[in-house]
């Protein structure tokens, strides 16, 4: 995950996500609920390399069928459908139902 997605919109909102939905725990949620509060750049190497792991483990890179960035808002949804941003999943879906 290239870390200047780190700075856009909604990613703050992702990162409460993987702790709310126990993706993240331990040292790994307290280091996200630093970087909530104090921001990124506030961590040290060591928290950086813990947490840029723990974000690489529970993300998607980009969409499986339409090759698109996954917009972090998406972002949990497509952990559980197995790597699809919205609009594809939506698709699917709709083809699944016809
Ligand atoms: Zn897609």
Partial sequence: ???ERYFEEDFNGFVEGLINSSRLE???AGIAKQML???YDSLSEKQKFVFDRA???NTVD???FCGADIPWGEMLAALDNEGYCGHCQHM???MNEE
């Fill in 37 to 39: 509060d104090k921001g």
């Fill in 92 to 94: 699917m879906e709709k």
């Fill in 55 to 57: 974000i690489e483990n």
């Fill in 62 to 64: 980009e969409c499986k």
């Fill in 1 to 3: 995950m290239r870390r």
């Fill in 26 to 28: 331990g040292k790994e």
